[in-house]
């Protein structure tokens, strides 16, 4: 079930995507639209802005523009699709593939920023020490930031591990930040 609503909603997002690319190329374009519409079938919430009606339908596996002048019996008015030059026209009908071309991009791109920062999550800050356990133990408290493990400089919580992994259950000296003061611990890590 979580699956096929999984998919109803990505295709949800893929159709509303494309269907913006032929919407907002039409309006730059100065081509009126009259509908802007998510889904398909009643309707279930609609507003007019301008001349054009945006609409959210029932069934959200589809969607759709009604861009003026788009129907072969339309006559070319002022402001719709046939009045306007080809390359205009061309732009509309291929937004909608280049909108589907370009979500990956910044689907992708996005989290590779969120990934760049992935760094302020990885800091050594200490969560919940847990009681009795070595780093308690040791006097360490929730939100000391670790600086050095045997006067090796750590800046990451991989860092952190892989020192501690290397020191096995041998005592190991810790830097700490500690609300502002900077003091020295000595832990012996345990293997868990």
Not at 121 to 133: F, K, Q, Y
Not at 147 to 167: C, D, G, M, Q
Request: charged residues 20%; glycine residues 10%.
């Amino acid at each position: 079930m979580l699956t096929i609503l999984a998919a109803v909603f990505v295709f949800g997002v893929l159709v509303t995507v494309h269907e913006f690319g032929h919407f907002i190329t039409a309006k730059l374009t100065g081509m009126r639209v009259d509908e802007f519409a998510i889904g398909f079938g009643p309707k279930l919430y609609q507003q007019k802005d301008g001349d054009t009606l945006y609409s959210l339908r029932a069934i959200p596996l589809g969607g759709y523009n009604k861009i003026a002048g788009m129907d072969p019996d339309d006559p070319p008015e002022p402001g719709t699709f046939k009045s306007k030059p080809i390359p205009s026209r061309m732009l509309v009908i291929l937004a909608g593939a280049l909108m589907n071309f370009l979500l990956p991009i910044i689907l992708f791109s996005g989290i590779f920023m969120l990934e760049g920062r992935q760094e302020l999550v990885n800091e050594p800050i200490l969560g919940t020490v847990v009681d009795g356990m070595a780093a308690e133990r040791a006097g360490l408290r929730n939100g000391d930031r670790i600086l050095t493990i045997n006067n090796k400089p750590v800046a990451t919580w991989t860092e952190v591990v892989t020192n501690l992994r290397a020191s096995g259950t041998n005592p190991v000296t810790l830097t700490a930040d500690s609300q502002g003061a900077v003091k020295s611990y000595t832990m012996t890590p345990v293997y868990d």
